[in-house]
């Protein structure tokens, strides 16, 4: 809803929607019977109430300091001009202090001369990342540095074929290597059919290997991630099965059954006499015979006598 798109009412947090009361007019009812909500139709409230709710989700990363980049993505409907620089403002002035802001423009409103030279310095002044976007036939692909960090998205292609092409992928290989800009630079692959996200990701990361940031090594290092847990639970288990070396010239010392297992021979039952068998055999098939009618009679009084 912050990116003034129109949600189902059911989204809301069940503490948001119990307060809608008498300003249930909002909500929008639809042919297929779901109520929608819109940003715009909301009072300042109800807004207030939706960023605490969002702000409140956002808390447990930042006091883990694993808080990233949060991304707001705009439609082609949103487009260049002071009521939507304002809301921009909006947002940036109700998301967590803490949080890192990168704003996404699908409308090319914001991206082309003479608007682009105002886009771009409206969000340094406001440390706003603006999104570089490869997404063909939509917007121009803009990489300008706004903050301390850049932010690019690349989009989906058509049908199921989505990998890059050799010439595509040198040409982000080229954008990148020639960009002027010392912080970190969020790549993000929205390709998404099957594995080609990471396919093109790998195919990538090959051409600028001196410029990828080894994240696996960063995580590992720290304490407490699930990398390191099944890190050391591996190293564990390869210490308790790798066998004890034993130190040159020491081997005299080790008593003769801790080198070798000796094995003894398997001992053989003894055989009985024949008339020993026969005997408990007979024991055996002695079964004392009752009559099957005085049997239940005992059983249900009790045995006679």
Not at 110 to 118: K, R
Not at 268 to 285: D, G, Y
């Amino acid at each position: 809803m912050f990116t003034h798109r129109i949600c189902d009412f059911k989204s809301l947090p069940f503490g948001i929607r119990s307060k809608f009361g008498e300003t249930t007019s909002v909500v929008q009812s639809r042919s297929n019977g779901t109520e929608k909500v819109a940003w715009r139709e909301l009072d300042s409230t109800l807004q207030s109430e939706l960023w605490n709710a969002f702000n409140g989700c956002l808390q447990p990363a930042i006091d883990a300091k694993k808080m990233g980049v949060v991304l707001f993505q705009f439609q082609q409907d949103f487009f260049a001009s002071d009521e939507n620089r304002f809301h921009l403002l909006d947002c940036r002035k109700h998301l967590n202090s803490n949080c890192k802001m990168a704003v996404e423009f699908r409308s090319k409103t914001w991206l082309i001369e003479p608007e682009l030279s105002n886009t771009i310095h409206f969000l340094k002044q406001n440390q706003i990342a603006l999104v570089g976007i490869d997404e063909p036939g939509l917007v121009p692909i803009v990489l300008k540095s706004t903050t301390d960090f850049m932010y690019i998205r690349v989009h989906r292609r058509t049908g199921a074929h989505r990998l890059l092409s050799e010439v595509e992928l040198n040409s982000w290989a080229e954008r990148l290597k020639s960009l002027e800009h010392e912080g970190v630079i969020y790549m993000m692959w929205n390709t998404n059919h099957e594995n080609q996200s990471i396919l093109n990701s790998q195919h990538l990361t090959k051409k600028i290997e001196n410029l990828v940031f080894n994240w696996k090594q960063e995580i590992e290092s720290k304490p407490g991630t699930i990398n390191q847990m099944f890190a050391k639970k591996s190293k564990e288990k390869s210490e308790v099965e790798k066998p004890k070396e034993i130190p040159p010239g020491k081997e005299e010392e080790i008593p003769p059954l801790a080198k070798e297992e000796v094995k003894s021979p398997p001992t053989t039952p003894k055989k009985r006499p024949a008339s020993e068998v026969s005997e408990q055999t007979n024991k055996k098939k002695k079964v004392e015979k009752v009559d099957p009618k005085q049997k239940g009679i005992e059983s249900f009084f009790g045995k006679k006598g």
